[in-house]
């Protein structure tokens, strides 16, 4: 049965290579996912303080958040740059599930994830959804689910607008959006920048006084974040845990 399977493999995999999807390079047949140079320039961000980090600072406003994380490192056309745009842009959507999968098993023991109750993945707006077919953070959300054992509610929040993509900016471009996005509360034109989330009816008793793990595919000035916690803040006595697949 073995040998059938390892030819039948074989078989595809010479007429449907498989390719790693941050370099596009084809798999030998015992690399799984990533190929082996990808995983060595891997960057993960490793076992840290989850509750005192830059990226949780950010959201202090928000009193209920308790905990951020994350797996890889993102930098500019870096692995994880390059698996997340490849994700999002080339319609890799199996990556996604395995990003999940692969960061739940990573940071299982971390603490990360210690009390969690429900995983709420960050929405994207239905245009966005039908255009790619999928959404990456609810591929991610899944896997993590699969890991973790925790189930996925993907219909809490809805996407009402989506603003600049911030990937792709310097260092220094993000600052600015995310002096922008302190200040949307005044400027119009400012917060057109910004995406915005609106919390469904259905979801304010369902998740009154659980813990929420919200999930996104990338952080860089945390204002997707800080929509998402604005659209969650009213619901009564929630703790939430902050995890995105990669962080700058």
Known sequence: MNSLHSSLSALLDFFLPRRCP???RELARRETMLCAACWMNLELV???DWSQNQHIMAWADYPFVCRAGAYAIY???NVAARLVHNLKYRHHYPAGNWMGQLAGHALKDSGLFDGIEVIIPIPITFGRKMHR???QSHMIALGL???LGIPVAADALRCTRHGTSHT???YEQRLRHLNADLQSDTDDTISALITTFGLRSHALERLQGRHILLV????TTGSTIRAALHALRDIPDITVTVFAWSWV
């Open 22 to 24: 941050s370099c596009g």
């Open 46 to 48: 490793g076992h840290t």
């Open 75 to 77: 930098k500019r056309k």
């Open 133 to 135: 077919g999928f959404n």
């Open 145 to 147: 689910s699969e890991e």
């Open 168 to 170: 792709h900016f310097s």
């Open 216 to 219: 996104d595919d990338v952080i």
